[in-house]
Each structure stands twice: as C-alpha cells, then as structure tokens.
C-alpha cells in the first residue's frame, strides 16, 4: 500500500518558519495537510486540488501556504510566523478520484507524520 513520508519537522521560536515536505510513490489528484494536537482531533490545515486551487483552515490562511511539484511528486507546507499553538504532529494525505476536500474522512493514503513544535 502506499504510503506517504513526510520532513523538515522541528523546534522553533515563535516568529520563525519551516517547509515540510512529503514524499510519495505516486501522482495523487487531491493532497493536503493535517495536524493533530495530543488529545485533539485531527484537523485540515491546507488543501491542493491537481488544478493547483488550494483552501486553507482559518488559522493558517495569511501564513501557511500549500504546494506540490508534480514533476517529483512532492507536496510543500510553507509555514510563517509560526506560533506556540501550531505545535502538532503535521500529516500530509493524498487522494486519487473526485472530489477534494479537506477533512481526513476523505483520504485514504497518509503519512506517519512530522513533529513541529513552537515556543513562546
């Protein structure tokens, strides 16, 4: 089964950026990111359809911004000014067929997910 291997996770201060990565075996239509908080449910963060229209959750609209190489089969999770609580575990999804939308229902192909953690 495929799956998805997601980088560039780490420890920051407030104020400072990261670019994830995620890496997968095959061209996917819909792909997105995803974060849990420890205890929480896992939310959407940002969406990109294979048209390149993308849809962001409120709280990263303005800072985060969602791409992918389809040439390499990479999806990017630009983040800026990043704040103490977009500590998570990041996961990026993917998805082949209709339909692209972000909430982990949806999905079917994930990643083990990358650690990113924001202090004050």
């Known amino acids: 089964q495929e799956q998805l291997v997601e980088s560039g996770g780490a420890s920051v201060q407030a104020g400072g950026s990261l670019r994830l990565s995620c890496t997968g075996s095959?061209?996917?239509?819909?792909m997105a990111w995803f974060r849990r908080v420890s205890g929480r449910e896992r939310e959407g963060v940002a969406i990109?359809?294979?048209?390149?229209?993308?849809s962001y959750s409120v709280s990263a609209k303005d800072r985060f911004k969602i791409s992918r190489d389809n040439t390499k089969n990479i999806l990017y999770l630009q983040m800026n000014n990043l704040k103490p609580e977009d500590t998570a575990l990041y996961y990026c999804?993917?998805?082949?067929?209709?339909?692209?939308?972000?909430?982990?229902?949806?999905?079917?192909?994930w990643g083990q997910g990358t650690e990113v953690t924001v202090s004050s």
């Open positions: 999804a993917a998805k082949t067929g209709d339909g692209c939308y972000l909430a982990p229902r949806f999905f079917r192909i």
């Open positions: 095959a061209y996917s239509t819909c």
């Open positions: 990109i359809d294979h048209d390149g229209s993308t």
